[in-house]
T-cell receptor, first 114, second 113 residues
Framework: LAKTTQPISMDSYEGQEVNITCSHN???????ITWYQQFPSQGPRFIIQ???TKVTNEVASLFIPADRKSSTLSLPRVSLSDTAVYYC???????????????FGKGTHLIIQP | ETGVTQSPTHLIKTRGQQVTLRCSSQ?????VSWYQQALGQGPQFIFQ???????GRGNFPPRFSGLQFPNYSSELNVNALELDDSALYLC????????????FGPGTRLLVL
């Protein structure tokens, strides 16, 4: 599975747009990019998944350049409740999982201030 | 639709003891995966069960074992507990074992003294 690199922590303010970038230089042709969100003492929650270009849902957008060696999770107009750890995962199935399980790094600790 | 549930929420054991953690998968899901999350780390894959059979395993010793029942609920058993087994144990269910999105439960916090 491709290794991912993302910032350890980020700070922002309520109402701002937050962009978290993940590097995955060794991404394979069949790999998808998936982002999870985790609050303290809770299980991770699926946010968004993409293969190339741009994906948008009601929660976030995911931008993937043509070379797919990085991706950016964009959270529009964040609130205090968006304070959480965000994980970028890359894997060779629809959700980077399957029989090998999901491979999580340490994630990005996003702190939103008033 | 009922989400993934886990029991107990918290547990304290002593070194050398055995523990059983339980997970009920989301309605309609036949695959359950277990993860261990140490403090400050991302979840680490333990193993996955698909239709009552172990379908994949991470880098965990044999004293970590599991079961999946006909209703697709699952157990994680850990024998000969060690201090380093203290962690949040997460269960995730998915529609199939082949890369479907995994939905996580709230976890069981295990403390080994």
């Amino acid at each position: 599975l491709a290794k991912t690199t993302q910032p350890i922590s980020m700070d922002s303010y309520e109402g701002q747009e937050v962009n978290i970038t993940c590097s995955h230089n060794n991404i394979a042709t069949n790999d998808y990019i998936t982002w999870y969100q985790q609050f303290p003492s809770q299980g991770p929650r699926f946010i968004i998944q993409g293969y190339k270009t741009k994906v948008t849902n009601e929660v976030a957008s995911l931008f993937i350049p043509a070379d797919r060696k990085s991706s950016t999770l964009s959270l529009p107009r964040v609130s205090l409740s968006d304070t959480a750890v965000y994980y970028c995962l890359v894997g060779d199935s629809d959700s980077g999982g399957g029989a090998d399980g999901l491979t999580f790094g340490k994630g990005t600790h996003l702190i939103i201030q008033p | 639709e009922t989400g993934v549930t886990q029991s107990p929420t918290h547990l304290i054991k002593t070194r050398g003891q055995q523990v059983t953690l339980r997970c009920s998968s989301q309605s309609g899901h036949n695959t359950v995966s277990w993860y261990q999350q140490a403090l400050g780390q991302g979840p680490q894959f333990i193993f996955q069960y698909y239709r009552e059979e172990e379908n994949g395993r991470g880098n965990f010793p044999p004293r970590f074992s599991g079961l999946q029942f006909p209703n697709y609920s699952s157990e994680l058993n850990v024998n000969a507990l060690e201090l380093d087994d203290s962690a949040l144990y997460l269960c995730a269910s998915s529609l199939t074992g082949l890369g479907e999105t995994q939905y996580f439960g709230p976890g069981t916090r295990l403390l080994v003294l």
